[in-house]
């Protein structure tokens, strides 16, 4: 039992280093925009890096090319896995700041899995 349990582990762990990158989206719309940005968005940032995220938009321009463009602010942050993502997700640095956005903000927040680079060369 010991045994399959290694096993599965492993190629759990196999499994996470090929993967490719994943994208945490979030559609915002902030209640109070000043208490937004001082007591959420400008400490996320560092709790984001710790976790291998990066932000690829942050509340930018959005244009509409089908269907009605967001209203809401965008932001994408990348992480190297899902696996990665989620533990951002579910960590004991960003719980606080979970409840303090979900005070302060109202949308919808989701991840998407990316292509392995692989895929992407081809």
């Known amino acids: ?6 096993l599965a582990a492993a190629l759990l762990v196999a499994n996470f280093a090929n993967a490719g990158p994943a994208y ?6 902030p209640h ?3 208490a937004y940005q001082r007591d959420y968005a400008s400490k996320v940032e560092a709790v984001v890096a710790a976790y ?3 932000y690829i938009a942050r509340g930018g321009r959005v244009a ?8 809401a602010r965008v ?4 992480f190297p896995s899902m696996a990665a993502a989620q533990s951002f997700w579910d960590s004991p640095e960003y719980r606080p700041l979970a409840a303090v956005r979900g005070r ?3 949308g919808r927040i989701f991840m998407v899995e990316g292509l392995e680079a692989s895929a992407t060369a081809k």
């Open 1 to 6: 039992m010991i045994r399959h349990g290694l």
């Open 32 to 34: 109070d925009r000043e």
């Open 24 to 29: 945490l989206i979030a559609e915002l719309t």
């Open 52 to 54: 291998g995220g990066r």
């Open 75 to 78: 932001i994408i942050i990348e």
């Open 64 to 71: 509409g090319l089908a269907g009605a463009a967001p209203t």
């Open 104 to 106: 302060l903000a109202s």
